[in-house]
């Protein structure tokens, strides 16, 4: 149980194309679903917690604008990085967390990631 | 704001040892404390979750402690196999609900 498929698993695409990046949970309910990058040899770095229904919040120093996030059903949350530049290529990983309330210690099941390449 | 480090960032053991890896966090104000197995280029598959009011979670092989009051985890491996080789990370869950990962241990084991 608990399964997260985010898709696709890998993309390459040239600067300036906009990029969408699907998480679904795939037996559970998520209230909140969490998008991370990481860049090689680091750690997971949180971007923005999406809430079903309303919108997400950033953490600091991540734009708003160039990492679109809609969250409109309880089983999906996408991503979408606008204009992508080589700077953007990493791995995006999402989570979702069980349960339907938006705060919760309830633990995060992990998709397998995206690898992200801008040319 | 949260910060959280492994030890050793890598190590690299022959198949049968029985090894540590190591956690550390600065703020004890945690709701729990998630290890985490990473293969290259995948996404994450959580092994062992302790809650702030336990001190340990076992899985087979594997052993967690959690002493909150100190800030330290560790996970320990029993019998090591080369099927283990991963980096593990591990990843507090703060009083704001999110998770604070470390940089990880890449753990490699030989046969």
């Known amino acids: 149980g608990a399964v997260v498929s985010q898709h696709p698993s890998r993309v390459i695409c040239k600067s300036g194309t906009s990029v969408k990046i699907e998480c679904r949970s795939l037996d559970f309910q998520a209230t909140t679903m969490f998008w991370y990058r990481q860049f090689p040899k680091q750690s997971l770095m949180l971007m923005a917690t999406?809430?079903?229904?309303?919108?997400?919040?950033?953490e600091q120093g991540v734009e708003k604008d160039k990492f679109l996030i809609n969250h409109a059903s309880l089983t999906l949350s996408t991503l979408t990085v606008t204009s992508a530049h080589p700077e953007d290529s990493s791995f995006y990983i999402c989570?979702?967390?069980?349960?339907?309330?938006?705060?919760?210690?309830?633990?995060?099941?992990f998709g397998d990631g995206t690898r992200l390449s801008i040319l | 704001k949260q910060e959280v480090t492994q030890i050793p960032a890598a190590l690299s053991v022959p198949e049968g040892e029985n090894l540590v890896l190591n956690c550390s966090f600065t703020d004890s104000a945690i709701y729990n404390l998630q290890w985490f197995r990473q293969d290259p280029g995948k996404g994450l598959t959580s092994l062992l979750l302790i809650q702030s009011s336990q001190r340990e979670q076992t899985s087979g092989r594997l052993n967690a402690s959690l002493d909150k009051s100190s800030g330290r985890s560790t996970l320990y491996i029993a019998a090591s196999q080369p099927g283990d080789s991963a980096t593990y990370l591990c990843a507090v869950c703060g009083s704001n609900y999110k998770l604070t990962f470390g940089k990880g241990t890449l753990l490699t084991v030989n046969p």
């Open positions: 999406s809430n079903e229904g309303s919108k997400a919040t950033y």
């Open positions: 989570s979702a967390r069980v349960g339907t309330g938006v705060g919760s210690n309830q633990p995060q099941h």
